[in-house]
């Protein structure tokens, strides 16, 4: 069955780095789009970004772009989340989720399987 | 950064019918998007419940439903089961914004 696993959360203070990772299994994972979801405390879920099964294609949700680089390794069917110039605003647990087709901006835009997500809390 | 919106809470007897509204705008719902439902039970990954609308993955209970009307879609739960406690969100797709994913306000379901 399919699986993702996050990794790497943690607790980093307003201005510093952190990489998130999701392992995947049960699934050809190279053949897939794969994106990250957040969710702050109390509030409801967030994109975040997307990468495309090659990882050629990628695109960010405004609140991340410039700050956060979405990448994956196909050969250890992995995707990764590095987060640069964390803000207490980016406290939240971080999920990769699986898209269904192999460019995450082509329809049916939506994930069949997500991970249970790593807690990144940002604060001094 | 919820797009979408659901009630905050909605709540029924077991063996009773509930319904979760989601509401989005011209730009997303009513743009032709489809709409996805799924649960998220404390502690795990949220998992699919309603895909395209009104569709079930394999392994969803048929007491799950889905339906969309313009710029709303509704989740419904005939026969509440107790396991049934759980947030509710719907996403979908937005063809306005850079946030091209977007997501309900999500909704809890209490089986009294």
């Known amino acids: 069955q399919v699986q993702l696993v996050e990794s790497g959360g943690g607790v980093v203070q307003p201005g510093r780095s952190l990489r998130l990772s999701c392992e995947a299994s049960g699934f050809t994972f190279s053949s897939y789009a794969m994106h990250w979801v957040r969710q702050a405390p109390g509030k409801g879920m967030e994109w975040v970004a997307v990468?495309?099964?090659?990882?050629?294609?990628?695109y960010y949700a405004d609140s991340t772009k410039g700050r956060f680089t979405i990448s994956r390794d196909n050969s250890k069917n992995t995707v990764y989340l590095q987060m640069n110039g964390l803000t207490i605003e980016d406290t939240a647990v971080y999920y990769c989720a699986k898209d269904t087709y192999f460019d995450g901006l082509l329809p049916p835009y939506y994930f069949d399987h997500w991970g249970q997500g790593a807690l990144v809390t940002v604060s001094s | 950064h919820s797009v979408l919106t659901q009630p905050p809470s909605v709540s029924g007897a077991p063996g009773q019918r509930v319904t979760i509204s989601c509401t989005g705008s011209?730009?997303?719902?009513?743009?032709?998007?489809?709409v996805h439902w799924y649960q998220h039970l404390p502690g795990t990954g949220p998992k699919l419940l309603i895909y395209?609308?009104?569709n079930r993955p394999s392994g969803v209970p048929d007491r799950f439903s889905g339906s969309k009307s313009g710029t709303s879609a509704s989740l419904v739960i005939s026969g509440l089961q107790t396991e049934d406690e759980a947030d509710y969100f719907c996403q979908s797709y937005d063809s306005s914004l850079s946030d091209t994913y977007v997501f309900g306000t999500g909704t809890k379901v209490t089986v009294l």
């Open positions: 990468l495309s099964y090659e990882g050629t294609n990628k």
């Open positions: 395209g609308n009104s």
């Open positions: 011209s730009s997303n719902i009513g743009a032709g998007y489809d």
